[in-house]
C-alpha cells in the first residue's frame, strides 16, 4: 500500500472486441488507463464464462509492461493461482463468498509474488471483509451483482465504501459494476480510489477524455479529504 492515496482507472476489457483483445487493450493504455481490469467467470460462481489464464498469458506476451488485474469470479479461487502468476497477473482478486480459508488464498497469492485482492457481492455485508484486511492489498466492493456487463449502479453499496475509507484512510478500495460519468462523483465522494469502468469507457467515442474525468473527479476528492 502507497502512503498516499492515489486515483486510478481500470476499464474492464470485457465489454472490448475480444477477437481484438490485444489492439483493444492497447488502446486503452494509451488513452491513459492506469490498469486493466480482466474479469475471469468459471460459470459456477457465476451464470457466465470468460476466458481463462491461457487468453491472459497470450495478452501479458503482446503487452510487456502494463498492470493486469484479474477478478476471479470463480468457485476456487486457489485453483488458479498459479496459472495466472505464471500468465503474468499482478493482482489477483478473489470472491470470499465461495471460500473459507481466505488468509490462506491471500498468503499463496503474495507468495506467487502478486498483490491480493479481496472481493464482496453486493449481498454480503461489508464486515466479513473487513476482517481480512490485514492480508489484502485491496478490496473490492461490487456496485452490481457479478457475472454480466451493463448492469445499474447500486448507489446503497457506497456505505461499505464510506465506512472502509473512514476505518482503513490509506485502504486501496475499489468498486466495479455501472461506473461512469453519471456515477463518479458518488464513487469519489464515497471514498473509492481504484475504479473500474467497462462500458462508458469502451464505448466512449472519447476514451482519453471519458478516463481523464473519472480519474480528475476521484483525485479530487481524494485531494479534499
Not at 481490469?37 to 459456477?44: A, E, F, K, S
Not at 478473489?94 to 498468503?107: A, L
Not at 456505505?159 to 458518488?186: A, F, H, M, W
Not at 462508458?200 to 479534499?224: F, H, M, P
Amino acid at each position: 500500500m502507497s502512503r498516499s492515496l492515489k486515483a486510478l482507472i481500470g476499464p474492464s476489457i470485457l465489454n472490448s472486441d475480444l477477437s481484438k483483445l490485444f489492439e483493444e487493450s492497447q488502446k486503452l493504455l494509451d488513452n491513459g488507463a492506469d490498469y486493466l481490469h480482466l474479469d475471469v467467470m468459471d460459470g459456477h460462481f457465476v451464470p457466465n464464462l470468460t476466458f481463462g489464464h491461457p487468453i491472459v498469458k497470450c495478452l501479458r506476451n503482446h503487452i510487456k509492461d502494463a498492470f493486469l488485474e484479474t477478478h476471479m469470479m470463480v468457485s476456487r479461487p486457489e485453483q488458479w493461482i498459479t496459472p495466472m502468476a505464471d500468465a503474468g497477473v499482478n493482482q489477483y482478486t478473489f470472491h470470499i463468498e465461495p471460500i473459507t480459508n481466505v488468509e490462506e488464498v491471500c498468503r499463496k497469492i503474495r507468495e506467487h509474488g502478486m498483490k491480493a485482492g479481496v472481493a464482496i457481492k453486493p449481498g454480503t455485508p461489508v464486515a466479513e471483509v473487513e476482517k481480512y484486511i490485514s492480508v489484502a492489498d485491496m478490496v473490492l466492493i461490487m456496485t452490481v451483482e457479478p457475472g454480466f456487463g451493463g448492469q445499474k449502479f447500486m448507489e446503497e453499496q457506497m456505505s461499505k465504501v464510506k465506512y472502509l475509507r473512514k476505518q482503513y484512510p490509506l485502504l486501496n478500495i475499489e468498486v466495479d459494476g455501472g461506473v461512469g460519468p453519471s456515477t463518479i462523483d458518488c464513487c469519489a465522494n464515497a471514498g473509492a480510489n481504484m475504479i473500474v469502468s467497462g462500458t462508458t469507457v469502451i464505448g466512449a467515442e472519447d476514451q482519453a477524455a471519458t478516463i481523464n474525468l473519472l480519474r480528475n473527479t476521484v483525485q479530487s476528492a481524494i485531494d479534499k479529504k
